[in-house]
């Protein structure tokens, strides 16, 4: 209460200033462009809508940028609570060089990590991809390419979410259960994951984001090859090159739309969430 | 013998926290570890939990050899300090927690968590999240969620260490109460000694990872077996070559045989007690604890000349 009451006195002239400054920038930067892809998509009512659809092409462009990223963001969640538990709930040698390892792809240009994934799993001169491509596992030039591609760029953003929320809670209430009797599988399953659950929901929605809009290292690791390996993002490129705007911002707004509902649908979990827990 | 610890020792590190421990809780009573805070109290606990493992020694919880015993299978009830109330699960459903672990029956669940509710007095919160009670509250819940398990010892971690005064007294109080009814082997752990002294049956004064004294209340403060349990039990005072406590001390306007003699330099009124400083020449200042109906009838005030000596029957270490 003091704290509200604080703000409400300092309220001057500086205070307006840096709320329209903020609020202009956002406009300027955030806004208006993603509303611009909107009122483009709909330039000519649910035209450009029903061309994307009647393409079999880019409905399969569609349909493999979701598989993709489903299947990605499933395997990041599974790995990111591991990976937070490990980091929270125990000391080994190393440990902080692997926090660091994790946020590495988060800082290096997605290209980078399609070339890197193609020097190791490269069908013809790759590290480990000859072996593979032997034993019937082609990777570069494939769905698994695309889904190693998109789940490495996205993989440390569960981690950051869940790893300040197990901190947060600490081991009393896991310790707790342990001496009631529970094992370590029935501790996790009806303490630990419960306990981090709005921090797992919110890292799967942002990474389920980041991973339809992975453009960079799909690229490169895809070989982009209409109906098979062309991911939606790289489509919007493909219409947009070829003069197809209006069908590249049809696709846009498809993306667009999936991240902001997810993140709009959490956020209202996430309020709802708080007000009975308060 | 309910709980038999023998040559317990525990490093963390360098830092030693239990050496050569040796104990034996009686089954049935209400035991206190108590000392100040960093001399292995709590370790010793969460070694009887199994929350921490040994470095040597062994631990006999009724007859089985718990030493290297997951904390699962000991069927012990732990009570943390900071309550660690599952925040996601209802009152009722914290409470049954181990016994949905031990996949009892719904009726039998359902049963004992009402018995439970009732016997912390929380019948009506059932459906509350913990984030919704009191910490009394909260922790009467952990305590029942222990209970529910019908544990062979029950072990709680500075209980009411994170509650205002007024809540740990009736916290106290009302452990004691239950204690006389359930019987369960309990030890708590806390650095108040007015809380061990008021509550406990036995106590074992623990200080820099050893044991100092073992005794029920009585023996500990009429006979302490050394300067740190004499002091640790309550205020001490040196008079003489004695460490004595302030209350021993008898106080006098007019010259008597004595241990010292000084004028009063302090007074200090604490309800209905007053606290005195008295300092003669050649010896450090004394503390003397005179009730207020005392300070009056003897006609003190500060700057009087006072001869101190102990009263009759008094606990006292030489020094």
Known sequence: ?278 | MSIEISGVNKNFGDFVALQDIDLSIPTGQLTALLGPSGGGKTTLLRIIAGLEETDTGSVVIEGQDATHLPVQKRNVGFVFQHYAAFKHLSVARNIAFGLEIRKRPAEEINAKVGELLDLVHLRQFAHRLPSQLSGGQRQRMALARALAIEPTVLLLDEPFGALDAKVRKELRDWLRRLHDEVHVTTVFVTHDQEEALEVADSIVVINDGRIEQIGTPDELYDEPASEFVLSFLGPVTRLGDRLIRPHDIEISRYEQASVANGPITRWTRVGFEIRLEVTPVDHPPIQVTVTRAEASSLGLHVGDQVWLRPVVGADQVRT
Do not use: C
Request: proline share 4%; net charge positive; glycine share 8%.
């Open chain 1, 1 to 278: 209460m003091a704290e509200s009451h604080v703000t409400r006195h300092s309220k001057g002239p500086v205070t307006y200033l840096l709320r329209a400054f903020a609020i202009v920038y956002l406009l300027l930067l955030v806004a208006w462009p993603v509303a611009l892809v909107v009122t483009h998509t709909f330039d000519n009512g649910l035209e450009s809508l029903r061309a994307v659809f009647a393409d079999p092409d880019t409905v399969h462009a569609l349909r493999l940028s979701a598989f993709a990223a489903v299947v990605a963001t499933a395997i990041n969640t599974v790995f990111g609570v591991g990976v937070s538990l490990l980091l929270v709930r125990s000391e080994f040698p190393g440990k902080r060089l692997l926090s660091a390892l994790l946020d590495l792809p988060l800082s290096i240009s997605p290209i980078v990590v399609g070339l890197a994934l193609v020097l190791v799993y490269g069908g013809r001169t790759g590290w480990f991809g000859p072996t593979l491509e032997s034993g019937g596992l082609k990777i570069i030039f494939s769905t698994p390419g695309i889904i190693l591609a998109t789940a490495f760029v996205s993989l440390p953003l569960v981690i950051r979410e869940v790893v300040p929320t197990l901190r947060e809670i600490g081991i009393e209430q896991e310790q707790a259960a342990l001496s009631l009797g529970a094992s370590t599988w029935q501790t996790f399953w009806r303490i630990t994951l419960p306990s981090v659950k709005w921090a797992v929901v919110y890292g799967v929605v942002l990474t389920l984001a980041r991973s339809l809009g992975e453009f960079g290292a799909v690229k490169v690791v895809s070989g982009n090859v209409l109906g098979e390996t062309r991911t939606a993002t790289l489509a919007v490129e493909e219409k947009y090159l070829n003069f197809n705007a209006s069908e590249a911002y049809a696709i846009a707004f498809l993306l667009a739309s999936v991240s902001v509902v997810a993140i709009a649908i959490v956020s209202i979990l996430r309020s709802r969430e708080k007000r009975i827990s308060s």
